[in-house]
C-alpha cells in the first residue's frame, strides 16, 4: 500500500480493511501516533491491558529475537479473539523485525491473528521501515504531522459535538490562533474546555461554547504561551519575547510548536502584504486571511503590517526555514536554535 496522505488517512481510521495486518504510525507529532495508535488498536481489543490479547514490545525485546514480532501475531490467544502487538520503536533499530513481519504476511508464510501497530518518530522518506510499510500488501504507512488550524478546528467540532455542544465562529478562530500544533497538547486543552463548559453528563440541554469560555478554560496554557511568544517576535519586543519562551517551556509547548507559530506568523503577514500590494486596505487584507484575524488582534496586527517591509519578511521566513532545518538535521538542541530564530527576529521587526 503506498503512503496514505490527507482524507484517506481519516478514512483508513474509520475503515482499515480486513488485508491490512500492520501498520506503521510515523511523525514529528508524538501526541498523534500515540492517539491513532491506540484508536487502531481498540479497534481489534477492547482493554488493552489484556495480558493475553494486548502486548507491548520495545527495540530490546527484538533485538536477540527479530522473528519475535512475526511469532507474536501469528500465536492464538488462550482467551480467544484477536490479538494485538504494539512496537515502540526509536526509528530504524527494529527494521529487520518489522521485513520479516511484512515478508511472511505478503507471502502469506504469516498468518495474523490481529494486528500490529508500530509507533515510530519522525522518519525521513529515505527510511528503510518507512519504504517497507510504503510497499507493503498487507500493510500501511500512516504519517503522523503537526496540526494545522483546519485540524485544530475539525478536533474540536467533533469533541464538542460529541458532548452535545456547539462552537461559536469567533470562539472557534480564538481556539485555532491559541493552540499549538502538538495534537495531544491540543487534545487535552479542549477536553478541559469541554469540562469547564460542562460535559452531557452533567449539563442540562444543548450548550455553546463561547469567546469567554475560551479564554476563561484556556488561559496560561501552552496555546497561550505561543501566541505570547510568536506576537513578541513579531512586535520586536525581546523583553517580553524572553517572558513568554520561559512560560511556553513551563507550560510544555515544544520548540517546533514555535517554530510552526513563527512560520505561520511571518506567512499571514506576507499574505496580508500582497493583498495590500494589489490595492486592498489593511481591513480588507485581515478579512481575507483564512481565518481571518480575530477582531482582538486586529490592531496589532495591522501594526505589523506597517511594521514589517515585504523584504525583510521574505528575510524572515528564509531565517525560519534555515531554523528548521539546522534544528532537525545538526543534533544540537531544537530549544536553543528555535529560540535563538525567535529573538532574531524580534531584532529584524525593530528595523
Same mark, same amino acid.
Given at each position: 500500500?503506498?503512503?496514505?496522505?490527507?482524507?484517506?488517512?481519516?478514512?483508513?481510521?474509520?475503515?482499515?480493511?480486513?488485508?491490512?495486518?500492520?501498520?506503521? *504510525?510515523?511523525?514529528?507529532?508524538?501526541? *498523534?501516533?500515540?492517539?491513532?495508535?491506540?484508536? *487502531?488498536?481498540?479497534?481489534?481489543?477492547?482493554?488493552?491491558?489484556?495480558?493475553?490479547? !494486548?502486548?507491548?514490545?520495545?527495540?530490546?525485546?527484538?533485538?536477540? =529475537?527479530?522473528?519475535? /514480532?512475526?511469532? =507474536?501475531?501469528?500465536?492464538?490467544?488462550?482467551?480467544?479473539?484477536?490479538?494485538?502487538?504494539?512496537?515502540?520503536?526509536?526509528?530504524?533499530?527494529?527494521?529487520?523485525?518489522?521485513?520479516?513481519?511484512?515478508?511472511?504476511?505478503?507471502?502469506?508464510?504469516?498468518?495474523?491473528?490481529?494486528?500490529?501497530?508500530?509507533?515510530?518518530?519522525?522518519?525521513?522518506?529515505?527510511?528503510?521501515?518507512?519504504? /517497507?510499510?510504503?510497499?507493503?500488501?498487507?500493510?500501511?504507512?500512516?504519517?503522523?504531522?503537526?496540526?494545522?488550524?483546519?485540524?485544530?478546528?475539525?478536533? !474540536?467540532?467533533?469533541?464538542?459535538?460529541?458532548?452535545?455542544?456547539?462552537?461559536?465562529?469567533?470562539?472557534?478562530?480564538? /481556539?485555532?490562533?491559541?493552540?499549538?500544533?502538538?495534537?495531544?497538547?491540543?487534545?487535552?486543552?479542549?477536553?478541559? /474546555?469541554?469540562?469547564?463548559?460542562?460535559?452531557?453528563?452533567?449539563?442540562?440541554?444543548?450548550?455553546?461554547?463561547?469567546?469567554?469560555?475560551?479564554?476563561?478554560?484556556?488561559?496560561?496554557?501552552?496555546?497561550?504561551?505561543?501566541?505570547?511568544?510568536?506576537?513578541?517576535?513579531?512586535?520586536? !519586543?525581546?523583553?517580553?519575547?524572553?517572558?513568554?519562551?520561559?512560560?511556553? =517551556?513551563?507550560?510544555?509547548?515544544?520548540?517546533?510548536?514555535?517554530?510552526?507559530?513563527? +512560520?505561520?506568523?511571518?506567512?499571514?503577514?506576507?499574505? !496580508?502584504?500582497?493583498?495590500?500590494?494589489?490595492?486592498?486596505?489593511?481591513?480588507?487584507?485581515?478579512?481575507?486571511?483564512?481565518?481571518?484575524?480575530?477582531?482582538?488582534?486586529?490592531?496589532?496586527?495591522?501594526?505589523?503590517?506597517?511594521?514589517?517591509?515585504?523584504?525583510?519578511?521574505?528575510?524572515?521566513?528564509?531565517?525560519?526555514?534555515?531554523? =528548521?532545518?539546522?534544528?532537525?538535521?545538526?543534533?544540537?538542541? +531544537?530549544?536553543?536554535?528555535?529560540?535563538?530564530?525567535?529573538?532574531?527576529?524580534?531584532?529584524?521587526?525593530?528595523?
Amino acid at each position: 500500500m503506498t503512503a496514505l496522505k490527507g482524507r484517506a488517512i481519516k478514512a483508513f481510521l474509520a475503515k482499515p480493511g480486513p488485508e491490512i495486518a500492520a501498520i506503521l *504510525l510515523y511523525g514529528p507529532d508524538a501526541g *498523534l501516533v500515540r492517539e491513532r495508535a491506540g484508536a *487502531l488498536a481498540r479497534r481489534v481489543v477492547d482493554d488493552l491491558n489484556d495480558p493475553f490479547n !494486548a502486548i507491548e514490545l520495545t527495540d530490546g525485546d527484538l533485538k536477540d =529475537e527479530p522473528g519475535r /514480532l512475526a511469532d =507474536e501475531i501469528s500465536a492464538l490467544s488462550f482467551a480467544g479473539g484477536e490479538r494485538v502487538v504494539r512496537l515502540r520503536t526509536t526509528g530504524e533499530a527494529s527494521t529487520k523485525s518489522a521485513e520479516t513481519l511484512v515478508t511472511g504476511l505478503d507471502g502469506g508464510a504469516v498468518k495474523a491473528n490481529g494486528l500490529v501497530v508500530i509507533e515510530a518518530g519522525d522518519l525521513s522518506p529515505r527510511s528503510g521501515l518507512r519504504k /517497507l510499510f510504503e510497499k507493503a500488501k498487507r500493510g500501511a504507512a500512516l504519517p503522523c504531522y503537526a496540526d494545522a488550524p483546519a485540524d485544530v478546528r475539525e478536533l !474540536a467540532k467533533d469533541l464538542a459535538a460529541a458532548e452535545g455542544l456547539t462552537i461559536d465562529k469567533d470562539a472557534l478562530d480564538l /481556539l485555532a490562533a491559541m493552540l499549538g500544533d502538538d495534537h495531544g497538547l491540543t487534545r487535552t486543552e479542549i477536553d478541559k /474546555l469541554i469540562l469547564f463548559k460542562g460535559p452531557k453528563s452533567v449539563r442540562e440541554g444543548p450548550g455553546t461554547i463561547t469567546v469567554e469560555d475560551v479564554r476563561a478554560s484556556l488561559a496560561d496554557g501552552p496555546g497561550e504561551a505561543l501566541d505570547e511568544a510568536t506576537s513578541a517576535a513579531l512586535d520586536g !519586543a525581546p523583553r517580553a519575547l524572553s517572558a513568554a519562551l520561559y512560560k511556553a =517551556e513551563s507550560a510544555g509547548a515544544s520548540p517546533i510548536g514555535l517554530l510552526r507559530g513563527l +512560520q505561520r506568523q511571518v506567512s499571514r503577514v506576507r499574505t !496580508a502584504k500582497s493583498h495590500m500590494d494589489d490595492g486592498e486596505s489593511a481591513a480588507s487584507a485581515m478579512k481575507k486571511l483564512r481565518p481571518p484575524v480575530f477582531f482582538a488582534e486586529q490592531r496589532a496586527f495591522e501594526d505589523r503590517l506597517r511594521k514589517w517591509p515585504a523584504r525583510r519578511l521574505a528575510l524572515a521566513a528564509r531565517m525560519l526555514i534555515d531554523a =528548521e532545518l539546522e534544528a532537525k538535521t545538526t543534533g544540537a538542541p +531544537q530549544r536553543e536554535i528555535i529560540e535563538r530564530a525567535a529573538l532574531r527576529l524580534s531584532m529584524m521587526a525593530r528595523g
